[in-house]
């Protein structure tokens, strides 16, 4: 598991820049196609009148409950 920051970090500023690159990095991971896809199963989910369960635990727990 790699923690963040990795490094002493002096000001706001450095850790703002550090942030903004680990989240450009965890975005490029992401599957565009996957994304897509998943676009699709819910939309014919909903559509088929059919249940969708979304789960998580803390701040995960509220982004699902949004769903």
């Not at 850790?15 to 819910?42: H, K, P, T």
């Amino acid at each position: 598991m790699t923690l963040f920051p990795s490094q002493p970090i002096s000001g706001a500023d450095q850790y703002l820049e550090a942030y903004l690159e680990e989240i450009i990095r965890a975005w490029d991971s992401v599957s565009r196609e996957n994304i897509l896809a998943a676009e699709i199963l819910l939309k014919e989910t909903i559509s088929s009148d059919r249940t969708i369960f979304s789960c998580g635990n803390g701040g995960s727990a509220a982004i699902s409950n949004h769903l």
